[in-house]
């Protein structure tokens, strides 16, 4: 790819987890493999939950700004150059003030058997 910052990533869809009407976002997958996948997301302006049931998440913000919120109430501002890890069985709620763009690495956690 040779910018993610103009890339088409696709149409954009409602935004499931979404507290503000008409929030949309999209999401463009660049390479998998058995456990490890990364892309190119993007998401409107408006305010959304996000949970990281079993696996990793490196983010590094492309364009956009916005702040997350940990449950605890504790946040930081995300912007262009913004690089953070939300682990497995994170949860916090994103605050989108200019559509943000990411580019993303998930790295799934093994499955256990008891």
Known sequence: ???A??????EHQSKETSVTPGQTEVSLRLWAREGLKTGIWEVTPGEFKS???GYDEICQILSGSGTITEPDGSSFDIGPGTLFVTPAGWEGTWTIRETVRKM????DLPATTD
């Open 1 to 3: 790819m040779s910018d």
């Open 5 to 10: 910052t103009t890339v088409d990533p696709g």
């Open 51 to 53: 949970t990281r049931p």
């Open 104 to 107: 993303w690495v998930v790295a």
